[in-house]
């Protein structure tokens, strides 16, 4: 591993002659992290201590059809507007009957993971999310179902929030 190989980046301007006007040099450090910003979804522990493997596996499946600031569950497509996803749909998704998937998602329901919010279904950020923030409103409706969001808002964030419910 180069780890600790030392480099420098330089930045240098020169006329069209090729004589130099300036010249920037700075290191360039061995990166602590390496960030994976797209495509992915961060699942809190709440969903291992409230659901069972089987509905952990349709829970995250269903993650894959997160809408980014709003975490409702849509069908998306390039070019297009996301289209909110009902039973019949999540349906084909889990790849099983309406009948289990109703019964799913009355579970998911009676656990506050997954709730209707005026006529579409979005997933609890206390259970799962694809951004590091959501749509004010929505949060708030959500709130208003689940008060345990409160806690996973962080104190900073529902200072912020607080006088507004």
């Given at each position: 591993?180069?780890?600790?190989?030392?480099?420098?980046?330089?930045?240098?301007?020169?006329?069209?002659?090729?004589?130099?006007?300036?010249?920037?040099?700075?290191?360039?450090?061995?990166?602590?992290?390496?960030?994976?910003?797209?495509?992915?979804c961060?699942v809190?522990?709440?969903?291992?201590?409230?659901?069972?493997?089987?509905?952990?596996?349709?829970?995250?499946?269903?993650?894959?059809?997160?809408?980014?600031?709003?975490?409702?569950?849509?069908?998306?497509?390039?070019?297009?507007?996301?289209?909110?996803?009902?039973?019949?749909?999540?349906?084909?998704?889990?790849?099983?009957?309406?009948?289990?998937?109703?019964?799913?998602?009355?579970e998911?329901?009676?656990?506050?993971?997954?709730?209707?919010?005026?006529?579409?279904?979005?997933?609890?950020?206390?259970?799962?999310?694809?951004?590091?923030?959501?749509?004010?409103?929505?949060?708030?409706?959500?709130?208003n179902?689940?008060?345990?969001?409160?806690?996973?808002?962080?104190?900073?964030?529902?200072?912020?929030?607080?006088?507004?419910?």
């Amino acid at each position: 591993m180069a780890k600790n190989k030392q480099l420098i980046s330089s930045y240098v301007v020169a006329d069209t002659a090729g004589e130099e006007i300036s010249t920037i040099e700075r290191p360039i450090k061995f990166p602590e992290t390496i960030s994976f910003p797209k495509n992915f979804c961060k699942v809190h522990h709440a969903v291992c201590h409230n659901m069972t493997d089987s509905q952990i596996g349709k829970f995250v499946k269903l993650t894959n059809h997160l809408d980014y600031w709003t975490n409702r569950l849509v069908a998306r497509s390039r070019g297009r507007s996301p289209i909110p996803l009902d039973q019949v749909m999540i349906s084909h998704i889990l790849e099983k009957s309406i009948r289990t998937t109703n019964t799913f998602m009355r579970e998911m329901d009676d656990i506050k993971a997954i709730m209707k919010i005026d006529t579409d279904y979005h997933m609890s950020p206390r259970f799962a999310s694809r951004s590091s923030s959501l749509n004010t409103v929505i949060i708030i409706k959500m709130i208003n179902k689940d008060p345990l969001i409160i806690k996973a808002i962080g104190r900073k964030q529902w200072n912020k929030l607080k006088y507004f419910i």
